[in-house]
């Protein structure tokens, strides 16, 4: 593999990730708005959301 492969294999990984996050982030809301956050999803998107936040954390702290 290439450094440019790598590099953009990174960038979608990068991309990936921030659409995951935007998507769990809606549904968290969706739940709120039916007041359902005390529900096992809400729990796991929750926890999801905290992963996703460092793993997006981390990859801006490398310029990603």
């Known amino acids: 593999m290439t450094d440019q492969e790598r590099l953009a294999a990174?960038?979608?990984f990068a991309a990936?990730?921030?659409e995951e996050l935007s998507s769990t982030?809606?549904?968290m809301e969706?739940?709120?708005a039916?007041?359902?956050v005390k529900t096992a999803t809400?729990?796991?998107l929750f926890a999801a959301r905290v992963t996703l936040k460092e793993?997006?954390?981390r990859?801006?702290?490398h310029g990603l």
Do not use: C, F, G, M
């Open 10 to 12: 990174y960038e979608a």
């Open 16 to 18: 990936e990730v921030r």
């Open 25 to 27: 982030v809606a549904r």
């Open 30 to 32: 969706d739940l709120q």
């Open 34 to 36: 039916q007041n359902k």
């Open 42 to 44: 809400y729990r796991q």
């Open 55 to 57: 793993i997006d954390r």
């Open 59 to 61: 990859l801006v702290s």
